[in-house]
């Protein structure tokens, strides 16, 4: 079986994680290092590795974790607005082999990103 990545030990509760939302299919909780004064990862908790690896058949859950974002968003007041970002790839800038979005709030965010 193939190594698991952390966000499925976080998961799993095999490690603890500061979680914010959870459902029966997605999880969120609070990145370890924030970037901004809000930094929540939104992961699905279906072993999906990227953004490329998502299946026409995924479309129900990619739909789900819209809203949840959406809907984390309102939760955390971040009524000046926010950012959400998927890191794709070794390009991409993805270290976590495990499809996940990053919601940034709480400070006026830059334009290009690095
Ligand atoms: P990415 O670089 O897009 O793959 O994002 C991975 C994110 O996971 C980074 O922002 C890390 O700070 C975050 N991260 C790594 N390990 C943990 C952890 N144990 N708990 C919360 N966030 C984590």
């Not at 929540?40 to 998502?54: C, E, G, H």
């Not at 789900?64 to 950012?83: M, N, P, S």
Request: proline share 7%; aromatic share 6%.
């Amino acid at each position: 079986m193939a190594t698991k990545t952390i966000f499925q030990k976080i998961i799993d509760r095999e490690i603890p994680a500061d979680i914010i939302y959870e459902d029966d299919r997605a999880l969120a909780f609070r990145d370890v290092s924030p970037q901004a004064p809000v930094h929540v990862l939104v992961i699905p908790k279906q072993p999906i590795r990227s953004w490329a690896d998502i299946a026409d058949a995924d479309a129900g859950l990619m739909s789900h974790l819209t809203l949840v974002i959406r809907d984390l968003a309102k939760k955390l007041e971040l009524a000046d607005g926010y950012r959400v970002v998927c890191n794709c790839g070794p390009d991409g800038g993805q270290s976590v082999d495990h499809l996940h979005f990053h919601l940034l709030g709480g400070r006026t965010m830059r334009w290009p990103p690095g």
